[in-house]
């Protein structure tokens, strides 16, 4: 309850102040002339103007409103090395208990912890906007921040807080730490598959600010999780290595520099980089036997695509055929065939053998060994059955036959079926969910043409309606080959009966034999995205054992997969850390990073009150460092606006001294009839002085 007068004008004041001259001119001149009963008109002319002034006692019911102090405390992922978690809870704990003994203060506490997903770092100052979005800038008492200092988010002038009260800042951790970090100078985003790469990166090893150089250290660099190359990096200078990635697709780079001395953490040791690797050019040898209806369909599908490099020969005649013929006429050239299968050989991607069949004196049997031999040093090779293959000219009477896995009867089917996916083509990464197998039998239209086969190797994902082989794939040592045992594939491209998936088939069947690691039968991937791991694995086996996953701080966590289709497993998890984790699941590994690859939170994790120190100086703050000592943290006081809000052992908050109104009851001091009495009082008084 506050008691207080106030004047509320009948008249205008300005009005009132016109009024009143010609009285005090006429007051003057009686004063002047030494009238008797000049001071008592001049109270009757001041009661006049004081009765128009309308005083009035004025009494409010207030209600005194707490000021509010906001404690923000920092969990972001640098704040939880060493003993950091436990002095920050300490911390916490104690400035929260010395808050609730200072009366008028209202505590709101704060968590500020990382997004996987931006890369803004440790951003306390949008929590700290976040948490008095609600609260009249006028009853904030001031902030206090409990933080090893590294913050992203400082604001560059007072002003931008939105607030005047200080800001003070809780420092955990030790001064003068030591760290040794790795940080990406220069990296590649894209590079050529098996052509060298340049990569560059910096060590460096700090103490209390103080850069040490002069010194090495190993450092291992790791592509999809294996190993390729390890190399000593002087400390304080720029390294270059060099490099090729191995597949398409992304190549995920890893650099670790070995562990320091004394060393704060090893999660800034580490780098990771993402190149996605591109084919140059991906050479295809295409061998046709003899012309036919789906020849052109392989050109085409092989044409198409501009990453294709394609050397395509049609067999009509073979060399030992001479005529007379003049050479101008010839529409055709003689078969290269020492060029290509002994001189060339190995710079091709992919051999296709089409309805090929052997002939005297086109390839000799050296060239069916080379082939051979550039199949089980890393090769791949496709064979796309015609009639000529069940026949004595079978290229399965070749050296051939130690790489094929089917095996001709003699036997030609013919006849309409549709072709089917076997139980380990739904696994297999080529045939698997193909457009139109999930209906049985399969929305294909039909083919005309079996070779009939026996196999006796390798993985048989296509077949007839009676069993019969119609794809198989098999490994030679290093290489790998396909079989295409009908040659009916080219009716899906024309679209007979509604067409199949052809494109679709054949790139895949392409990709494998590429090694892509995409579509591999046995393949563990890894990927991080809002906020969450997810794990797939893909196997040709029924089950698949838990996966181990190792966080950026190096927790490990087994994940059990659920079968979501054959042989295609998932698993997730959360994924609050930022940066890499790594998982194993037997011999397989994959790696995926949250939030950015190398995240600004722990490019640098040592506790310093540097970038804290502007804003705290500003708003007339202070800065402690908790972590030193318990019993160290700082004192909580009240001051009035003006005065210092920091010492050497406390810390002051503002009092701002707000207050609500319930209710308000005002009394005027001078009613019409006490004012006219007075004054005809103070008028007789006048006349009867003048009057003596």
């Given at each position: 309850?506050?008691?207080?007068?106030?004047?509320?004008?009948?008249?205008?004041?300005?009005?009132?102040?016109?009024?009143?001259?010609?009285?005090?001119?006429?007051?003057a001149?009686?004063?002047?002339?030494?009238?008797?009963?000049a001071?008592?008109?001049?109270?009757?002319?001041?009661?006049?103007?004081?009765?128009?002034?309308?005083?009035?006692?004025?009494?409010?019911?207030?209600?005194?409103?707490?000021?509010?102090?906001?404690?923000?405390?920092?969990?972001?992922?640098?704040q939880?090395?060493?003993?950091?978690?436990?002095?920050?809870?300490?911390?916490?704990?104690?400035?929260?208990?010395?808050?609730?003994?200072?009366?008028?203060?209202?505590?709101?506490?704060?968590?500020?912890?990382?997004?996987?997903?931006?890369?803004?770092?440790?951003?306390?100052?949008?929590?700290?906007?976040?948490?008095?979005?609600?609260?009249?800038?006028?009853?904030?008492?001031?902030?206090?921040?409990?933080?090893?200092?590294?913050?992203?988010?400082?604001?560059?002038?007072?002003?931008?807080?939105?607030?005047?009260?200080?800001?003070?800042?809780?420092?955990?951790?030790?001064?003068?730490?030591?760290?040794?970090?790795?940080?990406?100078?220069?990296?590649p985003?894209f590079g050529?598959?098996?052509?060298?790469?340049?990569?560059?990166?910096?060590?460096?090893?700090?103490?209390?600010?103080?850069?040490?150089?002069?010194?090495?250290?190993?450092v291992?660099?790791t592509?999809?999780?294996?190993?390729?190359?390890?190399?000593?990096?002087?400390?304080?200078?720029?390294?270059?290595?060099?490099?090729?990635?191995?597949?398409?697709?992304?190549?995920?780079?890893?650099?670790?520099?070995?562990?320091?001395?004394?060393?704060?953490?090893?999660?800034n040791?580490?780098?990771?980089?993402?190149?996605?690797?591109?084919?140059?050019?991906?050479?295809?040898?295409?061998?046709?036997?003899?012309?036919?209806?789906?020849?052109?369909?392989?050109?085409?599908l092989?044409?198409?695509?501009?990453?294709?490099d394609?050397?395509?020969?049609?067999?009509?005649?073979?060399?030992?055929?001479?005529?007379?013929?003049?050479?101008?006429?010839?529409?055709?050239?003689?078969?290269?065939?020492?060029?290509?299968?002994?001189?060339?050989?190995?710079?091709?991607?992919?051999?296709?053998?089409?309805?090929?069949?052997?002939?005297?004196?086109?390839?000799?049997?050296a060239?069916?060994?080379?082939?051979?031999?550039?199949?089980?040093?890393?090769?791949?090779?496709?064979?796309?059955?015609?009639?000529?293959?069940?026949?004595?000219?079978?290229?399965?009477?070749?050296?051939?036959?130690?790489?094929?896995?089917?095996?001709?009867?003699?036997?030609?089917?013919?006849?309409?079926?549709?072709?089917?996916?076997?139980?380990?083509?739904?696994?297999?990464?080529?045939?698997?969910?193909?457009?139109?197998?999930e209906?049985?039998?399969?929305?294909?239209?039909?083919?005309?043409?079996?070779?009939?086969?026996?196999?006796?190797?390798?993985?048989?994902?296509?077949?007839?309606?009676?069993?019969?082989?119609?794809?198989v794939?098999?490994?030679?040592?290093?290489?790998?080959?396909?079989?295409?045992?009908?040659d009916?594939?080219?009716?899906?491209?024309?679209?007979?009966?509604?067409?199949?998936?052809?494109?679709?088939?054949?790139?895949?069947?392409a990709?494998?034999?590429?090694?892509?690691?995409?579509?591999?039968?046995?393949?563990?991937?890894?990927?991080?995205?809002?906020?969450?791991?997810?794990?797939?694995?893909?196997?040709?086996?029924?089950t698949?054992?838990?996966?181990?996953?190792?966080?950026?701080?190096?927790?490990?966590?087994?994940?059990?997969?659920?079968?979501?289709?054959?042989?295609?497993?998932?698993?997730?998890?959360?994924?609050?850390?930022?940066?890499?984790?790594?998982?194993?699941?037997?011999?397989?590994?994959?790696?995926?990073?949250?939030?950015?690859?190398?995240p600004?939170?722990?490019?640098?994790v040592?506790?310093?009150?540097?970038?804290?120190?502007?804003?705290?100086?500003?708003?007339?703050?202070?800065?402690?460092?908790?972590?030193?000592?318990?019993?160290?943290?700082?004192?909580?006081?009240?001051?009035?606006?003006?005065?210092?809000?920091?010492?050497?052992?406390?810390?002051?908050?503002?009092?701002?001294?707000?207050?609500?109104?319930?209710a308000?009851?005002?009394?005027?001091?001078?009613?019409?009839?006490?004012?006219?009495?007075?004054?005809?009082?103070?008028?007789?008084?006048?006349?009867?002085?003048?009057?003596?």
């Amino acid at each position: 309850m506050a008691w207080n007068i106030v004047f509320e004008p009948l008249l205008p004041v300005l009005l009132i102040a016109a009024l009143a001259v010609p009285g005090i001119a006429a007051l003057a001149y009686s004063a002047w002339r030494r009238a008797r009963g000049a001071p008592w008109r001049t109270a009757a002319l001041a009661v006049l103007v004081l009765a128009l002034l309308n005083p009035t006692v004025r009494q409010e019911d207030r209600e005194t409103v707490p000021d509010v102090a906001a404690i923000v405390v920092d969990r972001s992922q640098s704040q939880e090395i060493g003993a950091r978690p436990d002095e920050t809870s300490a911390a916490l704990t104690r400035v929260a208990e010395r808050l609730a003994r200072e009366d008028g203060i209202e505590t709101r506490i704060v968590t500020a912890v990382n997004n996987p997903e931006d890369e803004k770092g440790t951003a306390l100052f949008a929590a700290l906007e976040e948490a008095l979005a609600d609260v009249p800038r006028e009853r904030i008492a001031g902030a206090i921040m409990i933080t090893d200092g590294q913050v992203h988010d400082v604001p560059k002038t007072a002003d931008a807080l939105g607030f005047d009260a200080p800001v003070h800042g809780l420092i955990i951790g030790r001064k003068g730490e030591k760290d040794r970090r790795l940080r990406i100078t220069e990296a590649p985003r894209f590079g050529i598959v098996g052509e060298p790469v340049d990569l560059s990166f910096r060590v460096d090893e700090t103490s209390a600010g103080d850069q040490q150089a002069g010194e090495t250290a190993n450092v291992t660099i790791t592509v999809d999780g294996e190993e390729i190359a390890t190399t000593r990096a002087t400390i304080g200078e720029t390294t270059e290595v060099t490099l090729s990635l191995a597949h398409g697709g992304p190549n995920v780079i890893e650099i670790d520099v070995e562990e320091g001395p004394d060393e704060l953490t090893v999660l800034n040791n580490r780098a990771v980089v993402v190149a996605n690797g591109v084919r140059d050019r991906l050479r295809v040898l295409l061998v046709s036997g003899e012309p036919h209806p789906g020849e052109r369909t392989w050109r085409n599908l092989l044409k198409s695509d501009p990453s294709v490099d394609l050397v395509h020969f049609t067999i009509l005649r073979p060399p030992e055929k001479q005529d007379g013929t003049p050479i101008g006429e010839l529409s055709l050239i003689a078969f290269p065939t020492r060029e290509l299968f002994d001189e060339k050989l190995d710079e091709f991607d992919l051999i296709i053998f089409d309805r090929y069949k052997r002939r005297g004196g086109v390839l000799p049997i050296a060239y069916f060994l080379n082939i051979v031999d550039y199949v089980e040093n890393g090769g791949a090779f496709l064979a796309a059955a015609g009639p000529a293959f069940a026949s004595p000219f079978s290229i399965y009477r070749t050296p051939l036959a130690a790489i094929l896995p089917a095996q001709p009867t003699g036997e030609t089917t013919t006849g309409g079926y549709t072709p089917g996916i076997t139980d380990t083509g739904d696994r297999h990464p080529v045939t698997a969910d193909l457009p139109g197998a999930e209906s049985e039998p399969p929305a294909w239209g039909r083919w005309f043409r079996t070779i009939d086969a026996e196999v006796d190797g390798g993985d048989i994902l296509m077949e007839t309606p009676d069993g019969q082989p119609l794809m198989v794939l098999a490994r030679a040592r290093e290489g790998r080959v396909a079989q295409l045992l009908s040659d009916q594939i080219w009716l899906w491209s024309r679209g007979y009966e509604g067409g199949g998936p052809q494109a679709e088939l054949l790139r895949r069947l392409a990709h494998w034999l590429m090694k892509e690691p995409d579509l591999e039968e046995e393949n563990l991937a890894a990927s991080a995205q809002g906020g969450t791991l997810t794990l797939r694995r893909r196997t040709m086996r029924d089950t698949t054992p838990p996966a181990t996953v190792t966080t950026p701080t190096g927790k490990t966590r087994e994940l059990a997969m659920e079968e979501v289709a054959p042989g295609r497993f998932e698993a997730t998890m959360g994924a609050s850390e930022l940066g890499l984790y790594r998982v194993t699941q037997g011999d397989l590994s994959a790696v995926a990073a949250a939030g950015p690859l190398n995240p600004r939170e722990i490019a640098d994790v040592r506790a310093t009150e540097k970038p804290l120190r502007p804003i705290t100086d500003a708003t007339g703050g202070g800065i402690w460092w908790a972590g030193e000592d318990a019993g160290d943290t700082p004192g909580i006081r009240s001051v009035r606006a003006g005065q210092d809000a920091a010492g050497s052992n406390w810390i002051g908050l503002r009092r701002n001294e707000q207050y609500l109104v319930h209710a308000v009851h005002q009394v005027p001091l001078l009613t019409g009839p006490v004012a006219l009495i007075l004054i005809l009082g103070a008028l007789a008084l006048a006349w009867w002085r003048e009057g003596r």
